[in-house]
C-alpha cells in the first residue's frame, strides 16, 4: 500500500477544518497509509521584518526536512508551482511496485509559505490556484484531491 505523507506547518484549530480533513483521511485509508504530520509555525510579530520571516522560514524548514522520510517523491505546494488537473495529480500516484520512491510526501507551509531551498529540493511543484487560499483549507483540499486522483485511478464514477 502506498505510504503518503502531509507534513503541514501550522495546526489545524477549527472543528470544521479538522472533521472535513478526518472525513478525507477515512476515505483515503483504502488507497494509502496517509500520515499528517504539523509542525508548530513560528510566532512572529504583527508587522515581522523581513528579517524575522527568513529566520522563521529556516527554522520551520529545517523541521519539515527532520520530518521527511527517506527514498520520497516530495510535492510542495506553492503559488509558483505548476497547476494541474485532477487527472495529472492521479497520474502523479506511483503504480505499486513501479516507483523508485517509497513514500509520496505532500507538503504544506504556514502564512509565509515554505522555505525556499525546501521547494528547491521538492520533485515537484505543485500550485492549488492563483488564488490565495488559508493554508487549513488547502489541507482539506489537497485531501480532497488525493481522493479524487484515487478515484480516477480506480475508474470509480466518483469524479464527475
Same mark, same amino acid.
Not at 57 to 63: I, N, S, W
Not at 133 to 157: C, D, K, T, W
Given at each position: 500500500?502506498?505510504?503518503?505523507?502531509?507534513?503541514?506547518?501550522?495546526?489545524?484549530?477549527?472543528?470544521?477544518?479538522?472533521?472535513?480533513?478526518?472525513?478525507?483521511?477515512?476515505?483515503?485509508?483504502?488507497?494509502?497509509?496517509?500520515?499528517?504530520?504539523?509542525?508548530?509555525?513560528?510566532?512572529?510579530?504583527?508587522?515581522?521584518?523581513?528579517?524575522?520571516?527568513?529566520?522563521?522560514?529556516?527554522?520551520?524548514?529545517?523541521?519539515?526536512?527532520?520530518?521527511?522520510?527517506?527514498?520520497?517523491?516530495?510535492?510542495?505546494?506553492?503559488?509558483?508551482? =505548476?497547476?494541474?488537473?485532477? +487527472?495529472? #495529480?492521479? *497520474?502523479?500516484?506511483?503504480?505499486?511496485?513501479? &516507483?523508485? /520512491?517509497?513514500?509520496?510526501?505532500?507538503?504544506?507551509?504556514?502564512?509565509?509559505?515554505?522555505?525556499?531551498?525546501?521547494?528547491?529540493?521538492?520533485?515537484?511543484?505543485?500550485?492549488?490556484?492563483?488564488?490565495?487560499?488559508?493554508?487549513?483549507?488547502? =489541507?482539506?483540499?489537497?485531501? +480532497?484531491? #488525493?481522493? *479524487?486522483?484515487?478515484?480516477?485511478?480506480?475508474? &470509480?464514477? /466518483?469524479?464527475?
Amino acid at each position: 500500500m502506498l505510504s503518503v505523507y502531509l507534513i503541514c506547518v501550522g495546526k489545524l484549530k477549527e472543528k470544521f477544518y479538522k472533521d472535513a480533513c478526518a472525513e478525507y483521511i477515512k476515505r483515503l485509508s483504502p488507497f494509502c497509509k496517509l500520515t499528517a504530520i504539523e509542525i508548530p509555525e513560528v510566532k512572529l510579530p504583527q508587522n515581522p521584518s523581513l528579517g524575522e520571516i527568513q529566520a522563521a522560514l529556516d527554522k520551520e524548514g529545517d523541521a519539515v526536512r527532520a520530518k521527511l522520510p527517506p527514498s520520497a517523491r516530495v510535492v510542495a505546494l506553492c503559488v509558483e508551482g =505548476r497547476l494541474r488537473s485532477s +487527472e495529472e #495529480l492521479a *497520474r502523479m500516484l506511483p503504480v505499486e511496485g513501479y &516507483s523508485p /520512491y517509497k513514500h509520496l510526501v505532500f507538503l504544506i507551509g504556514g502564512s509565509h509559505g515554505l522555505h525556499p531551498s525546501i521547494k528547491a529540493e521538492a520533485q515537484v511543484q505543485l500550485s492549488m490556484s492563483p488564488m490565495t487560499f488559508p493554508h487549513h483549507l488547502a =489541507r482539506v483540499m489537497l485531501l +480532497e484531491q #488525493l481522493y *479524487r486522483a484515487f478515484q480516477i485511478n480506480a475508474g &470509480s464514477s /466518483y469524479h464527475k
